[in-house]
Each structure stands twice: as C-alpha cells, then as structure tokens.
C-alpha cells in the first residue's frame, strides 16, 4: 500500500468512529436547512442528491421539497463496478436496495445523462469526510471522482462539522468539490 492509501485507511476509521458518536439525525436536518438557504440550490434546476447509508447525513428529506420547487432532482445508481449515472426520481419510494446495500433508483427511470447537465446543475456529495479545500474522503471506490471529472456544474460536499478535517491527503485522481455544507454553515472551498 502507498503511504497515501494507508493514510486514508486509518482517516476512515477514525472518521466512521466519530459520526458513530453523533445525533446524525438531528444533525442531517440542520444541513438539509442550510442546503435550502444556499444560493446555489435555488439557482440550481437539477439537484444531484444521494441516499444515506449508515451514519452519512441523511439529505432525502430534500427531495419533496425540490420536487415542489419544479426542480428536476436524481440520485445515482452503480451501473458497474467503476460507473454510475444518476436517474429522475420524484418519490423516495422509487429507491431500492442496489449495489453495497445502497438505495439506487429504479433503472427503468429516466437517466439524467451528465452530457446533458449545465452549470445550473448542483450535485450533493457525500463523504465520510471532507477538508476545507473541498476534497473528501470516500470509501475509496472513486464513483464520484470519476463522475466529477467533467462535470459542469456545481458541487457541494455535505458532512457534519466534526468531520470537517484540516487536510485530506489527495491522489491525482482525487476531485474536489465547490463548496461544503455542514449542520452550521455553507462555505466555499478553500483554492489550493
């Protein structure tokens, strides 16, 4: 293992340990307020949200709301082991058990193809961590980082504020996101 992969080993254990420890329920609520207050959202036409698992911050909660707001709004589904697209999903009920135990939407909905975004998409981005430049720490499949590499729009990385680290250690491949949203504040990336 490179030095970086067993860094980020031992930041995942200590990051699952941390959020194991904290209301995240309350605490999703609290980030789903502030992603309602960021400008970006109300901008947004497309939301690109995720289904939680475990002790991630729960953003489905967003859903009925957007929907309401006329906002096109989809969730992503792991087509393989590398790649995933994201589908319209209007009713949480159109999520299902799918890939890692991960609720995904119905395949036969309609595919949100990122060649068809704009910049007036927002995509939500969930992490175990994220540092103040906007880079994560996922479970170290690199689904998002491969779908990030050319997407237009924005992005915001959505975690709690106890995970909000000084310095995730990066590879090449590693994209960073926008903004971050936690239970008390919206903040833009820091610029490496």
Do not use: W
């Amino acid at each position: 293992m490179t030095g970086i992969t067993e860094e980020k080993k031992t930041l995942r254990a200590r990051y699952k340990d941390i959020r194991a420890g904290l209301d995240t329920k309350k605490l999703s609520l609290k980030i789903c307020e502030n992603a309602l207050s960021f400008e970006a959202l109300s901008n947004a036409r497309t939301v690109l949200l995720y289904a939680s698992k475990g002790s991630e911050a729960d953003i489905t909660s967003l859903l009925p709301v957007l929907t309401k707001m006329g906002k096109t709004v989809g969730f992503p589904r792991c087509i393989d082991s590398e790649n995933m697209v994201f589908h319209k999903v209007s009713d949480i009920s159109d999520l299902t058990e799918g890939y890692f135990g991960l609720r995904e939407p119905d395949p036969a909905l309609p595919i949100i193809r990122k060649e068809d975004t704009r910049k007036d998409t927002l995509c939500l981005v969930p992490a175990l961590a994220f540092d103040r430049r906007g880079y994560r720490l996922g479970y170290g499949k690199g689904y998002y980082d491969r779908f990030l590499r050319d997407f237009p729009g924005k992005t915001a990385g959505i975690t709690f504020e106890k995970c909000l680290a000084d310095n995730i250690p990066t590879d090449v491949h590693d994209m960073k996101t926008d903004y971050i949203i936690t239970e008390s504040q919206v903040t833009k990336a820091i610029e490496d």
